[in-house]
């Protein structure tokens, strides 16, 4: 994640105009995951939500280069400051555009504003190294999730509670792994952390379907978090010590049948 821009630092055939590409796999899969419940729940898909997929994913690669001409501290490094004006330029442009065309302006402000502050809380973490804190890691997540009701508001107009729901419900989601990732770690790993944060999750969840905001079945895919931190704790031994690649297709296996519950759930039953 380090590359710099300089001809003497950069691995061969490495120029300052080619492009960055984020690393972050994991966030890949989290964006589009919540991007899809976002599509379901809004039951259609309209060139406006593609051409708002273009907007979320060139944010996302905004957030690379930036992150790492701060780590750069006093030194500008062109490759960083190209590809961040790049892909912000396009992202910016289509939020712009998505702003003058969606009637919901007030709601679509909140999202963009929610969008800055992640994007500002990052950057000071970073500029402190502190960007693998629990906090920093949960604002980010949670900036990610954006994307689900972002999805719902370019395609319907506006924003209704089940989208809100759909953000929350997306993050305690993802946020889980915070808390099982760490437990790999000696010097992070928090069993009770853990168990605090799925129980928090678990009765935020419930409460949004006691008010109507999420389905039963939607409500329900939260269990499968539950049910990974569960045979996490059970089996942690061979959790902390198996190979990170069985890490990612624990995370992507869970993940495939989240969405797989919550695109079901929300469709309509003549496409479900």
């Given at each position: 994640m380090n590359t710099i821009a300089t001809n003497a630092s950069i691995p061969s055939g490495k120029r300052?105009?080619?492009a960055t590409i984020s690393p972050e796999h994991g966030v890949y899969f989290?964006?589009?995951?919540?991007?899809?419940t976002g599509a379901a729940a809004a039951q259609h898909w309209t060139w406006m939500t593609t051409l708002t997929l273009v907007c979320v994913y060139c944010g996302f690669q905004a957030e690379h280069p930036f992150?790492?001409?701060i780590?750069?501290?006093?030194?500008?490094k062109?490759?960083?400051l190209l590809w961040t004006g790049l892909y912000g330029s396009i992202a910016g442009a289509i939020a712009l555009w998505l702003l003058w065309q969606i009637p919901a302006k007030g709601s679509l402000l909140l999202v963009y504003g929610a969008v800055v502050v992640a994007l500002l809380v990052d950057a000071i973490s970073v500029w402190q190294r502190q960007q693998k804190?629990?906090?920093n890691e949960l604002v980010t997540f949670a900036a990610v999730c954006?994307?689900?009701p972002l999805a719902y508001l370019a395609t319907t107009g506006s924003l209704t509670e089940t989208a809100i729901a759909l953000w929350v419900l997306n993050t305690v989601f993802f946020s889980s792994a915070i808390f099982t990732v760490k437990l790999r770690k000696i010097r992070t790993a928090s069993i009770l952390s853990g168990l605090i944060f799925h129980a928090i999750a678990a009765a935020l969840i419930v409460m949004l379907w006691q008010m109507h905001w999420l389905a039963l079945p939607t409500a329900a895919a939260f269990g499968i978090a539950l049910l990974k931190f569960g045979l996490i704790l059970?089996?942690?031994?061979w959790y902390c010590n198996t190979k990170i690649q069985y890490v990612a297709l624990l995370e992507t296996a869970a993940s495939f049948l989240f969405l797989a519950i919550v695109a079901l759930s929300l469709l309509p039953s003549h496409l479900s």
């Open positions: 300052w105009y080619q989290m964006l589009a995951v919540s991007f899809l992150v790492l001409q780590k750069q501290r006093h030194s500008w062109p490759r960083f804190s629990v906090l954006l994307s689900a059970l089996r942690k031994d």
